[in-house]
Nanobody
Framework: QVQLVESGGGLVQAGGSLRLSCAAS????????LGWFRQAPGKEREFVVA????????YYADSVKGRFTISRDNTRNTVNLQMNNLRPEDTAVYYC?????????????????WGQGTQVTVSS
């Protein structure tokens, strides 16, 4: 079992920045790949970004490349998502997730554990 708790969401104007954090507890943090997904009202939950167990590999959705950066600290059991140049279409609930075997990091089905989510709202 892995417990995930997100923080750092909020309201920001377009062009602004937010930093999300996800704190993990439970089993060995470095055993899991980690990802961020988001879900806007009336839409499916979609992949945003993922990072490998060691942090050496990252994967980004095209819509956030060049604007978002994921990082993880296996000594502190945390994963962060730095979001810059935010757009109104980035408005969603953002979820942190952990996958024990991430053959396809962008696939929601790969993730076994999920946090409760944190709201990000970008005003125009």
């Amino acid at each position: 079992q892995v417990q995930l708790v997100e923080s750092g969401g909020g309201l920001v104007q377009a062009g602004g920045s937010l930093r999300l954090s996800c704190a993990a507890s439970g089993r060995t943090f470095s055993d899991y790949g980690l990802g961020w997904f988001r879900q806007a009202p009336g839409k499916e939950r979609e992949f945003v970004v993922a990072v490998s167990r060691s942090g050496g590999r990252t994967y980004y959705a095209d819509s956030v490349k060049g604007r978002f950066t994921i990082s993880r600290d296996n000594t502190r059991n945390t994963v962060n998502l730095q979001m810059n140049n935010l757009r109104p279409e980035d408005t969603a609930v953002y979820y942190c997730a952990a996958c024990p075997v991430c053959l396809l990091p962008s696939a929601r089905s790969q993730y076994m554990f999920w946090g409760q989510g944190t709201q990000v709202t970008v005003s125009s």
